[in-house]
């Protein structure tokens, strides 16, 4: 399949952009939609979202009350970055909260 180029990116909205994958674009196409619309990928499914709406596991990251992350979780997507349907996956929650 033919990866989304820089020239096509460039013509999409962020919202478009959103409904591929990391694996979909080009590098540079990648590297503009980052740096022009702040999108990056989930390091689990590879889909692409608004960096905000991310879950970012750094160092100073924190579950809510009503969520329990194991030392594995931790182990394994430590300074990472997951899309909300992959955090709650991983923690073993079903629903997402409203």
Request: aromatic fraction near 12%; proline fraction near 3%.
């Amino acid at each position: 399949m033919k990866k989304i180029t820089l020239k096509e990116i460039k013509d999409m909205k962020p919202k478009e952009i959103c409904y591929h994958e990391v694996d979909d674009l080009t590098d540079e196409a990648f590297e503009y939609a980052h740096e022009r619309h702040e999108i990056n990928g989930c390091d689990k499914c590879g889909g692409l979202d608004h960096s905000m709406q991310l879950v970012w596991l750094s160092e100073d990251f924190e579950p809510f009350d009503d969520e329990e992350c194991t030392e594995k979780f931790y182990e394994k997507w430590s300074e990472c970055a997951l899309c909300q349907d992959c955090y709650y996956e991983e923690i073993g929650k079903i629903e997402k909260p409203v």
